[in-house]
């Protein structure tokens, strides 16, 4: 378990900067879920719980996720659900257990930028923003390319689009770490895809999406799949080798495309 020598709750964003640049070893909490299995000894711990940030909120033309909204949350919104559809819903469902998507942070899984995420496999889809206390907005593809520095992220936000999506991916068992995840959304006749778990990071594919019409006839949708293959790099670790999860790649890809038109 790691260890905290002393737990502030911020009163402000601005103490929370203040307190997190004072000493490295001072750290951001989320909800604990992952911190909790290291064994890292921490000076300060800064809970951010107090101060708003656990809200998804209706802005007009886009919708702002705040940084300590839980998981369940992305799961159960309805108003994410009406304005992007199943894609949320279904990536976090397989994370472990309802009690567990209860504590986990929305900001907690963009900020550590985990390669196996579902959560940034689907929004990345979604031309999601993460906005930083001191990095200010970027699009979530450009902040998967930096390394974890010393930052809050506040929130994301999303714009508000007529889209469709689809979620999927493949477990050993139910709960597991994804073997490969992919989110796909429509919007006319654009499509963007995302492939998280490779196992490095998730990426978006723009050349495998530039493939697809509106509704893909069966020779598009086999181009997408043997595309994919080309576009990005697959690798093997202990959850599936290489040629498993280029496999799982044409599969996924080709199953999205036809969820999302059906
Ligand atoms: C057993 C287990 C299984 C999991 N399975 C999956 C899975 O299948 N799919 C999946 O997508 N995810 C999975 N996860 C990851 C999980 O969904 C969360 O992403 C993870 O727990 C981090 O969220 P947290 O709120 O617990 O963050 P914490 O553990 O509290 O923090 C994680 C890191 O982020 C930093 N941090 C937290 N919030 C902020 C912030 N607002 N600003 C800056 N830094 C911040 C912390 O300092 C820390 O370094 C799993 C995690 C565990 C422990």
């Given at each position: 378990m790691f260890e905290l020598k002393e737990f502030i709750a911020a009163q402000s964003l601005d103490q929370a900067d203040e307190l997190l640049h004072r000493d490295k070893k001072n750290v951001i909490l989320g909800g604990l879920l992952w911190m909790r299995m290291g064994t890292r000894q921490f000076n300060t711990g800064i809970d951010?719980?107090?101060?708003?940030?656990h809200r998804i909120t209706d802005l007009g033309d886009h919708i702002e996720i705040g940084?300590?909204?839980?998981?369940r949350q992305l799961e159960i919104s309805r108003l994410l659900a009406d304005n992007f559809g199943p894609v949320l819903r279904d990536a976090v469902?397989?994370?472990?257990g309802v009690q567990f998507r209860n504590l986990a942070t929305v900001g907690g899984s963009v900020f550590s930028r985990?390669?196996?995420s579902d959560v940034i496999t689907a929004l990345l889809v979604l031309d999601t923003r993460v906005h930083l206390f001191r990095g200010g907005q970027i699009p979530l593809a450009d902040f998967l390319?930096?390394?974890?520095?010393?930052?809050?992220?506040v929130k994301l936000t999303i714009p508000k689009q007529d889209v469709d999506t689809a979620y999927v991916c493949q477990r050993?068992?139910?709960?597991?770490?994804?073997i490969l995840a992919a989110a796909l959304a429509r919007t006319g006749s654009a499509w963007k895809i995302a492939v998280g778990a490779r196992p490095s990071r998730a990426t978006l594919a723009p050349k495998t999406a530039g493939l697809?019409?509106?509704?893909?006839d069966k020779t598009q949708i086999d181009a997408a799949g043997n595309e994919i293959l080309r576009e990005l790099t697959f690798g093997g670790n202990g959850q599936g080798s290489r040629e498993y999860r280029e496999h799982l790649a044409r599969v996924l890809v080709k199953r999205g495309i036809q969820k999302i038109c059906s």
């Open positions: 951010l719980s107090g101060l708003g940030l940084a300590m909204t839980p998981l469902c397989h994370i472990v985990f390669s196996f390319e930096t390394s974890p520095g010393r930052d809050i992220l050993k068992s139910a709960a597991d770490f994804p697809l019409s509106e509704t893909p």
